[in-house]
């Protein structure tokens, strides 16, 4: 069995491509451009609990490096450094080789230097820390959103629930839509490009990664304002084809986590503007309801009838 500095040097000791000095000392030592702000976050990903203790290693360590790069994305900032820490019962070689395979990879595809971490025998539990750069002033907040402004998600909220409601047996996906369903749950593509090309556009933005109601709570209380989603805008269509049906296609758009789709608002005559850079991303950008000034959050049915809409996201502390 490799000893924590075998493995260190085996599995965690990557070349760096724009940081001064990376894995192997102290420290890492990283420069950020000229001018330019730090944006940092941390998250963590505890067996038991974001996953289950025989998840896959390798789609282990993409999520966990994701999810990270994801809180970039949501503020508008480019992801640049990241350092893992580590927490594992045993030093099972297979499987470290393949989460950090997993969290390399998603590193490498976004241009992310895996910069340092710690490793440490322990309950198996992932925690990583991202560092981004974003000019001065620009990082899109979640104070921002104003009375009228249009509510848009990205892509398409809801499959990896299904995807995870699957799994718990909760649920009978349609085959021909299972493995994307699996795909969203387990390989989140954090929507960087998306949320840089949003600076200046969103006045308030964050990434889905509790449920859209949940998430879109936090950017109501921050900006001090309500909000109005229209169900005859919801981007149902590949939820109720997976599952067939509506009841459960509707839970999963509202309350299902794990997408780590953008959530933001934007003033109405920047419309235009956000269709065009979802066509240059080739994403689907939806429209799906607007800011009030008064506070609490409505769905206006088919029928054109409000009803009140519980948060309903996926807290962690009040489902215990
Ligand atoms: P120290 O005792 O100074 O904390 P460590 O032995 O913990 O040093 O780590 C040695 C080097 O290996 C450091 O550069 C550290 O960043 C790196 N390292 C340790 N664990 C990880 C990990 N999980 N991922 C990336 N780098 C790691
Ligand atoms: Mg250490």
């Known amino acids: 069995m490799a000893g924590e500095f ?19 000392d102290d420290a890492a030592l990283m420069q950020p451009r000229p001018g330019m702000q730090l944006a940092v976050s941390t998250d963590m990903l505890v067996a038991g609990r974001h996953f289950f203790a025989d998840a896959d290693p390798f789609l282990l360590g993409w999520k966990t490096a994701a999810v990270n790069i994801s809180d970039m994305a949501a503020m508008g ?15 099972d070689e297979a499987w470290v080789g393949a989460m950090a395979r997993g969290f390399r990879d998603c590193c490498e595809a976004y241009c992310v230097d895996w910069v340092g971490g710690d490793t440490t025998r322990g309950p198996l539990n992932l925690c990583a820390t991202i560092f981004g750069e974003v000019s001065p002033d620009k ?4 104070t921002g959103a104003n009375h009228g402004d249009d509510l848009w998600v990205s892509g398409w909220p809801g499959m990896a629930a299904l995807g995870l409601a699957h ?10 839509w299972r493995e994307a369903c699996l795909e969203r749950l387990h390989r989140p593509l954090p929507r960087v490009a998306l949320g840089l090309a949003l600076r200046g556009v969103a006045s ?23 909000a109005i989603l229209d169900e005859t805008l919801l981007p149902l269509e590949p939820l109720l084809a997976a599952c067939k049906r509506t009841e459960a296609a509707t839970k999963a758009l509202l309350s299902g986590g794990d997408d780590y789709e953008l959530l933001f608002a934007a003033p109405r005559e920047q419309r235009g503007h956000v269709e065009a850079i979802g066509r240059h991303l080739e ?7 607007r800011i009030l000034d008064k506070p609490g959050l409505w769905l206006q049915r088919g029928d054109g009838v409000a009803e009140a809409l519980q948060a309903g996201g996926f807290d962690h502390f009040q489902t215990d």
């Open 6 to 24: 075998e493995l260190i040097k085996r599995h965690f000791h990557y070349p760096v491509s724009h940081s001064v000095l990376g894995v192997g």
């Open 77 to 91: 900032a480019e992801p640049r450094w990241i350092t893992l820490a580590l927490a594992l019962p045993e030093a």
């Open 139 to 142: 990082a899109v907040r979640r």
């Open 167 to 176: 799994l718990q047996d909760r649920l009978e996906l349609v085959s021909d």
């Open 204 to 226: 308030a933005m964050l990434d889905v990664s509790d449920g859209l109601c949940g998430d879109l709570s936090h950017i109501l209380e921050a900006s001090e304002v309500g």
């Open 283 to 289: 994403l689907p950008l939806h429209r799906i309801g």
